[in-house]
């Protein structure tokens, strides 16, 4: 992270608004701000209020010079405005993973295998019209060597072939973690994403810190929907190991959701067993409120889909009752000892989704009450009707709880995003240095790897050599 630099005030100084170290605009707030201190701004010099122009030139030449001085302070006074009254964009890029993180210094000081990515590809193309398996390092080097935007596209679909080809078990992690890096270099994040969605096609299983390369870009940039299907793919490989990853994925999640985004229920599922699966990393506020609105979405869809609509395809339990863990949830905080509270706007959120659902269990009743009658062969799961009767138990218990909760004062009036953003401020830097030494490690282990595998493929083709000269030899002997 960049360090703050503090006004005369010894109040922060807002950031420059093109996000770099702008030494013109510092001076700008810093003349700014001396001008509008000083008290010859309100208080002419005696020389100003008793000499008089002596004649229509001089009178002009100073309304002159009193405009310019005008226009230069109005520029002043309006770009500090403009930087103290921006959204929380600019403060959010300080929750962002620093420079030191997303740097590509290490990244690039490997070992360089230059290649000619036409040659690479009629080598790929003539292996598998003879039905015969390309090498890991044959797609490693065609992905190290991209370097446009219209050989991100060809690696795509050499990726395609190696993961449908008898090699396919053989993608080596560092080819993922370049295939990421390049497309983010070369402007192509949604290749990333689609690969990384379609994993199965493309065998893109990325480790945590690449995890967090793209999950970052996203939330730098404020495509917080993309972000989220991010974090969905790392519930999907319940990756969630990294506190960074935790820290960056909550963020997503928090941001994402504070837009009040119009869901469908496969939303809603993806985002509750994200934020719950999430939240069970973290044993603070932030982690319990997480849990609460995961399991109240999964609730959500349980009694809309019933329980076979939420597991199916999660790492979930097939156990029913999401609406009776978040009320579990909310039943720990209210024993727990410390500093433990809830989000008010988390319990705002099951507010409101019990309420839906109570709405909506009226409105079905009173269609039943018409004579409506059912779709013939519709199975009903007399399970997951038992699990609707409970709703007006569910709601009784949450007003119950909620009352407790506020007067044992264990409801943080703070937003969730605000208490994600204060948590990352706090534990994302001491989490960034640990990653960073695990990748430097992963790095050379890597790099180890790719010479034994280089030295392995050296010997095999000068065995073959042999092997191809012995038998030229064996022919020109039997013609002899």
Request: aromatic fraction near 8%; include cysteine.
């Amino acid at each position: 992270m960049q360090n703050s630099s503090f006004s005369i005030s010894g109040q922060p100084r807002p950031p420059c608004p093109s996000g770099r170290n702008c030494k013109q605009f510092e001076e700008v707030l810093t003349s700014s701000s001396s001008f509008l201190s000083s008290p010859t701004l309100f208080n002419p010099s005696p020389l100003l209020r008793e000499k008089k122009p002596t004649n229509g030139a001089n009178l002009s030449s100073t309304m002159v010079r009193s405009k310019m001085a005008a226009s230069v302070l109005k520029r002043c006074v309006t770009a500090a405005v403009k930087v103290k009254a921006l959204s929380p964009s600019f403060t959010a890029r300080r929750w962002l993973l620093s420079a030191a993180y997303t740097d590509t210094k290490l990244w690039e000081e490997r070992e360089n295998d230059p290649q000619n990515l036409a040659v690479l590809a009629n080598l790929m193309d003539r292996t598998y019209d003879r039905k015969l398996p390309v090498s890991s390092l044959t797609i490693s080097r065609f992905v190290d060597n991209i370097s446009s935007r219209e050989e991100v596209d060809q690696a795509e679909y050499y990726l395609y072939k190696f993961r449908h080809s008898p090699n396919c078990w053989y993608l080596r992690d560092w080819t993922v973690h370049s295939w990421i890096r390049q497309c983010l270099k070369y402007g192509a994040r949604e290749k990333a994403l689609h690969t990384l969605k379609n994993k199965t096609q493309y065998g893109i299983f990325p480790d945590d810190f690449t995890f967090n390369l793209l999950l970052n870009s996203y939330i730098k940039d404020g495509d917080f929907k993309s972000a989220c299907s991010v974090v969905e793919e790392l519930m999907l490989q319940e990756a969630f190991d990294l506190p960074s990853t935790q820290i960056l994925s909550l963020n997503a999640l928090g941001s994402f959701l504070a837009t009040k985004p119009q869901l469908s229920v496969s939303e809603e599922r993806a985002l509750g067993a994200s934020l719950l699966i999430c939240g069970l990393k973290q044993d603070n506020t932030v982690g319990f409120s997480a849990q609460l609105l995961g399991n109240a979405l999964l609730g959500k869809v349980e009694m809309l889909k019933g329980i076979h609509g939420v597991f199916k395809g999660m790492p979930l339990s097939w156990v029913r009752g999401y609406l009776g863990r978040a009320l579990a949830v909310m039943e720990r905080v209210s024993a727990a000892s410390g500093d433990i509270k809830l989000s008010k706007d988390t319990l705002d959120c099951v507010s409101d989704v019990l309420q839906e659902l109570s709405g909506a269990s009226d409105s079905s009743g009173d269609e039943e009450s018409d004579g409506e009658e059912t779709k013939e062969g519709e199975a009903v799961d007399e399970d997951d009707e038992a699990e609707k009767a409970n709703l007006p138990h569910y709601v009784s218990r949450f007003k119950e709880l909620s009352n407790h909760l506020e007067s044992q004062g264990k409801v943080d009036p703070a937003s969730f995003q605000t208490l994600v953003a204060t948590m990352a401020q706090q534990n994302l830097a001491s989490a960034e240095k640990l990653d960073i030494e695990q990748y430097q490690s992963r790095l050379k282990a890597w790099e180890a790897e790719k010479r034994v595998l280089v030295q392995r493929e050296k010997e095999q083709k000068e065995k073959a050599e042999q092997e191809k000269q012995e038998r030229l030899a064996a022919q020109a002997a039997a013609q002899a």
